[in-house]
């Protein structure tokens, strides 16, 4: 399927809805409709940026923003720029009739560009840079990954013009460069971080998921089981340290990384760190990568 949708003279379609402005979700494919559409609300607006194959954790980002403005604008963009190579920028799952099926009425705009409205020039004459952060952890796999996001994201906040945004924690990464972002540019939004949604056997909900098996599946709550040893150990820095080097001497799954890290530089604590450490667990399960985080609260060495 393709991304942009072209429905007779005008390709915005009105799709009737409950909840939505009005009882109508409305989705628009160009960023002269985007902006008309923006001018016509009244009220704060919250955004919601993905990359389309919505699933259960995006309703739970679209539920908070709805809690917390008068209006979303939900973006679908499979953007370019964060993919890598080796990375099937083409094979990215692109469903927009089912994923407009999915929010019909729950938000009142989706914006879904094609990638030449996005960027008439690819890549980019001028682009963003997410510095040294982007290169450690995640980036370290995925050279120029975060580049491409804080780019796309820059060029979402300046189109959808929003009050506030919302994007999950488990993305831990993408979520502290993020708030980075707007702190370093100035950019006049609100970052509203949503908690981890979690399977009732504490594994955090992921798309990714579905590909492991039963087994794979109980070898996969080692990533929440240390989360709860970290928490336990907390408020203690070292008790902290001890949690995660336990749980890498223990092979439940193929641990990237286990790391207690400052939550604005991403850089690892020192033994004098007090206040909040974010905790980064990343590791592979059945050829699956999976990632967790926590924040806990360190106040003792």
Do not use: C
Request: avoid cysteine; aromatic fraction near 4%.
């Amino acid at each position: 399927m393709t991304q942009n949708h072209d429905r007779g003279t005008d390709p915005a379609l009105a799709v009737a809805g409950e909840h939505g402005a009005q009882g109508r979700t409305t989705l628009v494919t160009t960023k002269a409709q985007l902006r008309a559409r923006r001018a016509e609300m009244v009220g704060t607006v919250a955004a919601v940026f993905t990359m389309g194959a919505l699933h259960e954790g995006h309703l739970t980002l679209i539920a908070r923003a709805r809690e917390l403005a008068d209006h979303v604008i939900l973006s679908v963009f499979v953007n370019p720029l964060q993919f890598g190579p080796g990375e099937d920028f083409e094979a990215y799952p692109r469903v927009l009739e089912e994923d407009l099926a999915l929010v019909d009425g729950h938000v009142d705009l989706v914006f879904a560009p094609s990638t030449a409205q996005m960027y008439p020039v690819l890549p980019p004459t001028v682009s963003v840079t997410a510095g040294r952060a982007g290169t450690i952890l995640e980036g370290a796999d995925r050279p120029g990954h975060f580049d491409g996001v804080v780019t796309v994201v820059t060029k979402l906040l300046q189109l959808t013009d929003p009050h506030l945004t919302v994007f999950g924690r488990k993305d831990a990464q993408q979520l502290a460069i993020i708030q980075s972002l707007v702190s370093d540019l100035d950019l006049p939004v609100r970052i509203e971080p949503v908690e981890i949604q979690r399977e009732p056997t504490g594994l955090a909900r992921s798309s990714r998921n579905a590909y492991l098996t039963d087994s794979g599946r109980e070898q996969a709550l080692a990533l929440s089981r240390t989360l709860a040893a970290v928490e336990a150990a907390a408020p203690s820095r070292g008790a902290i340290q001890a949690a995660l080097t336990d749980a890498l001497t223990r092979a439940e799954i193929e641990w990237s990384y286990a790391l207690a890290l400052d939550p604005t530089t991403l850089e690892e604590i020192g033994p004098d760190h007090r206040g909040e450490v974010l905790v980064a667990l990343a590791g592979r399960v059945e050829g699956t990568r999976l990632l967790d985080a926590a924040v806990v609260v360190a106040t003792a060495p």
